[in-house]
T-cell receptor, first 115, second 113 residues
Framework: DAGVIQSPRHEVTEMGQEVTLRCKPI?????LFWYRQTMMRGLELLIY????????DSGMPEDRFSAKMPNASFSTLKIQPSEPRDSAVYFC?????????????FGDGTRLSIL | AQKVTQAQTEISVVEKEDVTLDCVYE???????LFWYKQPPSGELVFLIR??????QNEISGRYSWNFQKSTSSFNFTITASQVVDSAVYFC??????????FGTGTQLKVEL
């Protein structure tokens, strides 16, 4: 079975550029989550969607970050303009809708470096 | 608010030793779920186990076992006869209402030959 698929795996770009991270959740999963992992702050939830609708975006750092989920099988996280402090590993995860007892299944992550 | 404390930042053991990773949690929810995730050096996050707050039975899966004790708000993870492939960061996680996960800071386990 296909797991959560993220692309790209690695991204290196210069400060000020727009960055778009992509995620395809597990088929049948209705909840999708974006996380950021850094050494300093650990794993942080940025935003999560239920049935393609953003439910909680309180973790989104600032207006430079935006996330969309146009359909059940695709989501994007965009940073514009990017800054060096955005360098981190970004994970996408999915789970069955509305059941907090269901585990979240994570993608392999996108390692983002902003120069 | 929920909180997970993994007091052990890093543990080093020699292969075949048993090792226990500690996890203490705080929550006001009466119904909650606990998880352990593994993050190997390759970076992905792998789900290991889920426990709900009403089920205090210990669980064993191969060399892995989990001890859930509500009285002490702990959910400890033991690896028996550790192997080099067990080297990873292990996260203890809690969730209550909704889908938000609260992660501990992780324990880095290093298993050496």
């Amino acid at each position: 079975d296909a797991g959560v698929i993220q692309s790209p795996r690695h991204e290196v770009t210069e400060m000020g550029q727009e960055v778009t991270l992509r995620c395809k959740p597990i088929s049948g999963h209705n909840s999708l989550f974006w996380y950021r992992q850094t050494m300093m702050r650990g794993l942080e939830l940025l935003i999560y969607f239920n049935n393609n609708v953003p439910i909680d975006d309180s973790g989104m750092p600032e207006d430079r970050f935006s996330a969309k989920m146009p359909n059940a099988s695709f989501s994007t996280l965009k940073i514009q303009p990017s800054e060096p402090r955005d360098s981190a590993v970004y994970f996408c995860a999915s789970s069955l809708e509305g059941y907090s007892n269901q585990p979240q299944h994570f993608g392999d992550g996108t390692r983002l470096s902003i120069l | 608010a929920q909180k997970v404390t993994q007091a052990q930042t890093e543990i080093s053991v020699v292969e075949k030793e048993d090792v226990t990773l500690d996890c203490v949690y705080e929550t006001r929810d009466t119904t909650y779920y606990l998880f352990w995730y593994k993050q190997p050096p390759s970076g992905e996050l792998v789900f290991l186990i889920r426990r709900n707050s009403f089920d205090e039975q210990n669980e064993i899966s191969g060399r892995y076992s989990w001890n859930f004790q509500k009285s002490t708000s702990s959910f400890n993870f033991t690896i028996t006869a550790s192997q080099v492939v067990d080297s990873a960061v292990y996260f203890c996680v809690i969730t209550g209402g909704g889908n938000k996960l609260t992660f501990g800071t992780g324990t880095q386990l290093k298993v050496e030959l």
